[in-house]
């Protein structure tokens, strides 16, 4: 696989808050597996990345830069390989992430996507919303405020117009699921699939965890989550990726939130390996077509 050059794009500190050295590890750890197969990979930085004349016909990334993503999709239109996939990458955008998987029948919480300029009071009660998400609809979250927990109506209301006037025109409204937080973490055609309670584990970015609080080992279908997350990766066009989703009561398992390689930091070592051979599977059907 000598003849394999690999751009290594690193993501920007600003898109890990809280996790930019595990950001950075799993990225490295990756590279690394991809070099002891034999593949020569040439580290970016974001910035490094946009200014940059990429000759490597393939481009691993953790992008997150606006700019750098339409540079992604652009070198994607000129044939290069992409993993992600920039479109990927955009698709896992609030909005866009909600609108494709409830649009493909993914087990996903009912939300309202609305203008944060609007009068949402009456809208959240009348269908039924008490305690609810609101999150930046138009990018990825930078900053804790950019999902925020509302115990009712009124509060969301207050929470959508700072919003507003925080220059984010966009919000997606989810409704708060009560039961087991997960987060889980895959990569696309392998068999790596890793799950685990956060707050259980003291895994946090926020703190928002403590909402659902400690787990009470709600039974679930583990292969089911994992079709699932499968699936949501292969319609969201991301092989690399993470996630959380909320168990109920009665074993329902429904997505939450969808990231586009996330830090794995509980499982890294296991991972790596995995993400080099979906790299390495994906060259192979890249050169074949």
């Not at 580290?43 to 990345?49: A, K, P, R, T, V």
């Not at 956060?198 to 994992?226: Q, T």
């Not at 959380?244 to 070592?269: E, H, K, L, M």
Request: charged share 25%; with cysteine; proline share 4%.
């Amino acid at each position: 696989m000598a003849e394999i050059e690999i751009a290594g794009v690193m993501r920007a500190g600003a898109y890990s808050p809280n996790h930019i050295g595990n950001d950075a590890a799993i990225f490295n750890a990756a590279a690394d597996q991809l070099r002891k197969r034999g593949c020569v990979v040439n580290i970016y930085s974001e910035e490094q990345f946009r200014d940059a004349d990429i000759k490597e016909q393939v481009v691993l990334n953790m992008c997150r830069e606006q700019a750098s993503i339409l540079k992604l999709q652009k070198l994607e239109e000129g044939g290069k390989l992409v993993i992600n996939s920039g479109f990927g990458i955009e698709n896992c955008t609030r909005e866009r992430m909600t609108r494709i998987l409830l649009g493909n029948k993914i087990p996903y919480p009912e939300s309202l996507i609305v203008n944060t300029n609007e009068s949402v009071t009456e809208d959240l009660k009348a269908a039924g919303f008490s305690s609810c998400w609101i999150k930046r609809g138009d990018f990825h979250a930078m900053h804790k405020e950019d999902v925020s927990y509302c115990r009712h109506p009124e509060e969301a209301q207050e929470v959508l117009h700072e919003y507003f006037y925080r220059g984010i025109k966009r919000a997606v409204i989810n409704r708060h699921l009560p039961g087991d937080l997960i987060k889980f973490y895959g990569v696309s055609g392998q068999p790596f699939f890793y799950w685990f309670y956060p707050f259980d584990e003291g895994h946090s970015k926020y703190g928002l965890e403590a909402i659902n609080g400690k787990s009470r080992g709600l039974p679930f279908d583990e292969a089911a989550l994992r079709d699932m997350c499968e699936k949501a990766g292969e319609i969201l066009d991301v092989k690399i990726y993470g996630g959380d989703c909320i168990v109920d009561a009665d074993g329902t398992v429904r997505i939450i939130d969808f990231n586009d390689w996330p830090s794995f930091a509980p499982c890294r070592t296991e991972a790596a390996p995995y993400i080099a051979k979906c790299v390495l599977a994906a060259v192979k059907e890249w050169k074949n077509k």
